[in-house]
């Protein structure tokens, strides 16, 4: 089976109603993202960054997987399919895809303040109530915080991402303004015969070189499309 990477951005989820971060009326225009998406925020206020996620954590639970997101996994039928996702939502996996690698961490997981990446620490909050409180303590008992990764972390789930691009045999990037380093720059592993399709319905700047076919289309219609393009492949 060849293998398939979907490198997937915040508008693979947009039709399932969570909102982008850079398109207007996006998340970032309501909240200044250093004041919650960077570690300095959550120094200097993590009682607004513990409500922030709580309340994405808490929308979560009214939303559900789109079109898009089912027929991603729905190829897992005819290829080898890694989705590598800058989403910390749920919805690939409640779609039914099983090889799922997030960039940028999951929000219905919380970790250590003190070690965000070990292991031991990181935990699956509870469906029916999915909150951190101040006070909650991680295994090692510095602070509970949010799994995510914000800006100024590293990003260790880069390598095994970057390992999957560069065996890839199709890449599907879908819904990512292609603004965010290292998720943007897995573009630049794929090899030379790697098909590169993008789905999205505004430009992305992207490197003319790669030899990117565009199918301006949102996530589901969008999809819909490459599955006919993938039988003649
Ligand atoms: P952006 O908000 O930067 O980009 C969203 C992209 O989705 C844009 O290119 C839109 O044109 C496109 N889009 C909008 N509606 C769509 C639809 N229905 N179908 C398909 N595409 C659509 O989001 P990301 O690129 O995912 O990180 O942002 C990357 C990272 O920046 C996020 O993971 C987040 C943020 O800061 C963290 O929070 C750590």
């Known amino acids: 089976m060849k293998n398939l990477v979907f490198l997937t951005g915040a508008g693979m989820s947009a039709e399932s109603g969570i909102s982008t971060f850079r398109d207007s009326g996006g998340l970032w225009e309501q909240?200044?993202?250093?004041?919650?998406a960077s570690i300095q925020g959550y120094e200097r206020d993590p009682?607004?960054?513990?409500?922030?996620?709580?309340?994405?954590?808490?929308?979560?639970?009214s939303v559900v997987p789109n079109e898009g997101h089912k027929l991603v996994a729905s190829l897992e039928d005819q290829f080898n399919v890694t989705v590598v996702t800058q989403n910390v939502d749920d919805?690939?996996?409640?779609?039914?895809?099983?090889?799922?690698?997030?960039?940028?961490?999951?929000?219905?997981?919380?970790?250590?303040?003190?070690?965000?990446n070990d292991p031991n620490c990181i935990i699956t909050l509870p469906e029916d109530n999915p909150i951190i409180r101040m006070g909650d303590k991680a295994k090692d008992g510095s602070q509970l915080r949010p799994f995510i990764v914000w800006f100024g972390e590293s990003v260790p789930m880069i390598e095994p991402a970057i390992e999957k691009v560069?065996?890839?045999?199709?890449?599907?990037?879908?819904?990512?303004?292609?603004?965010?380093?290292?998720?943007?720059?897995?573009?630049?592993?794929?090899?030379?015969?790697?098909?590169?399709?993008?789905?999205?319905?505004?430009?992305?700047?992207y490197n003319p070189n790669l030899g990117i076919r565009h199918i301006m289309k949102g996530a589901s219609e969008g999809m819909k499309e490459l599955v006919e393009l993938l039988k003649t492949t």
Do not use: W
């Not at 990512?176 to 380093?181: A, D, G, Q």
């Open 31 to 36: 909240y200044p993202v250093e004041a919650v």
């Open 47 to 61: 009682e607004l960054v513990q409500k922030f996620y709580n309340e994405r954590r808490q929308q979560l639970s």
């Open 91 to 116: 919805l690939h996996e409640r779609a039914g895809s099983h090889n799922i690698i997030h960039l940028h961490g999951e929000l219905m997981k919380a970790t250590s303040s003190r070690n965000p």
């Open 166 to 205: 560069s065996k890839a045999d199709i890449l599907v990037v879908i819904g990512t303004s292609l603004n965010v380093y290292p998720a943007a720059g897995l573009l630049n592993y794929t090899n030379e015969h790697c098909k590169i399709y993008l789905i999205d319905p505004k430009d992305v700047p």
